[in-house]
């Protein structure tokens, strides 16, 4: 495993605590260091794109592209990454300026990219930036497979706890991630506060869940929408979904969840479709199926082989190389968020009898991509003092590596 240590604009240095922590949370590994006493020189002027490596003999990649501190931002959280058209890797993530807090704290969405499979990151380019109306973030990630269009799909303005919704927002790149448009509030197509409405979604609250959208088969984008009512303190989980591109949405017909959380959508080999819930409550994730490509949802149901500490995490089909899997991201320690491992499902979600761990220390929120060489890409958010305050880390993982499973 070959671990790049990015150096930033604002701290030219890696401590040696931090440094330390980092190797002990990767013990398990055969260590090979290179290089590494050129990590203490942060006077030498390093820009944001050299890297310093320590190397492992698994075939893994570490690069760390989110840093407290770094780019006049307190915080970074709620990572997503996608595989443009071109292979580059488009990543976006919460710059929580003052505090860790949610919207609507001041937040903006920030992105950074690679071209060389994640060993050098780009500058940071806001996608969306807080204003008088609050804070953008959550955001989700997903790519127009015919255009090849990014949109970017968050929340702008209020939280969840507020008396009125946050505006669901939409933003599209036409390059690869290079620049972004304006936001498109769709509220109007979706939500609305007047209690006698039927569609769009009657609502207190509600936010986009973040991570990653889904392109289907045929080209319809959809994303999990979080709502809540006043008279009810659950959340319900409603599928939002565009035939064009993202130019307009609409609404499944049921909520996939009537008490969920942040979710993902995947499509399986036959066109059938899982909602993957996060648990409120802890225990197991919960799956909701749709047969008709989202517009309505089964009830939810628990999955055995997948603990859910209340955590948000990411689902994807990997079907290259004669392989039709699923796979999952959660933390691995079901008391908490720690050890966040890939899942492995062979047969379309029904079991789960593989499970690699990507890191052994506090972590929480994930998000993965297929990289052009068909090894998986996976940000996670990582805490290697075990405080409230998240790095963000990329991993490239070769998919051989993840079927072997850990060692027992």
């Known amino acids: 495993m070959k671990l790049y240590y990015l150096c930033g604009n604002y701290e030219n240095y890696i401590n040696s605590n931090t440094l330390n922590d980092m190797i002990k949370s990767s013990m398990k590994y055969a260590i090979r260091v290179s290089a590494l006493s050129m990590l203490m020189f942060g006077s030498m002027g390093i820009s944001a794109q050299q890297v310093h490596t320590a190397e492992w003999a698994d075939g893994v990649e570490r ?16 990572p997503a990454i996608v595989t443009a058209k071109d292979g580059s890797l488009v990543t976006v993530a919460d710059k929580r300026i003052e505090h860790n807090g949610d919207l609507p704290a001041k937040i903006d969405v920030v992105s950074r990219r690679s ?3 994640g060993r050098t990151w780009s500058e940071y380019v806001t996608v969306a930036a807080h204003d008088e109306i609050g804070g953008c973030g959550d955001p ?4 127009d497979q015919k255009s090849g269009d990014i949109l970017a799909i968050f929340s702008h303005g209020n939280g969840l706890w507020q008396e009125s919704p946050a505006h669901i927002s939409v933003a599209r790149s036409k390059d690869n991630g290079l620049t972004w448009g304006p936001m498109l ?14 569609q769009p979604i009657k609502c207190t609250s509600a936010f986009a869940s973040s991570g990653r959208a889904t392109q289907l088969d045929n080209g319809r984008i959809m994303f999990p929408l979080v709502v809540r009512e006043k008279e009810n303190p659950c959340f319900k989980v409603y599928a939002i979904y565009s035939d064009d591109c993202g130019k307009t949405w609409m609404v499944s017909k049921n909520p996939a969840t009537a008490d969920g959380d942040e979710s993902k959508i995947v499509q399986l080999a036959d066109g059938s479709m899982i909602m993957s819930i996060r648990n409120r409550f802890g225990s197991l994730r919960k799956f909701s199926y749709s ?8 009830d939810p149901v628990p999955v055995e082989g997948l603990p859910d500490p209340r955590c948000n995490g990411d689902i994807i089909r990997y079907n290259r190389d004669g392989h039709d899997l699923l796979l999952q991201s959660l ?5 908490g968020r720690n050890n966040v491992a890939i899942y492995v499902s062979k047969d379309g979600g029904k079991t789960w009898p593989v499970k690699k761990t990507v890191v052994t220390i ?7 991509t297929i990289l052009p060489d068909g090894s998986i890409g996976i940000l996670t958010e990582e805490s290697a003092n075990g405080h409230y305050s998240y790095d963000i880390w990329y991993t490239r993982m070769p998919i051989e590596v993840i079927l072997a499973g850990d060692k027992k």
Do not use: C
Request: no cysteine; charged share 20%; proline share 11%.
């Open 115 to 117: 071209t060389d499979g």
């Open 185 to 198: 509030d769709i509220n109007p197509q979706i939500l609305t506060t007047d209690p006698s409405g039927k």
């Open 63 to 78: 690069a760390l592209v989110y840093r407290p501190g770094d780019y006049g931002s307190k915080f970074y959280r709620i």
């Open 331 to 335: 933390p691995g320690d079901p008391n």
């Open 291 to 298: 047969h008709d490509r989202g517009e309505t949802w089964s």
């Open 140 to 143: 989700a990630l997903v790519v």
């Open 362 to 368: 506090p972590s929480a929120y994930s998000s993965m």
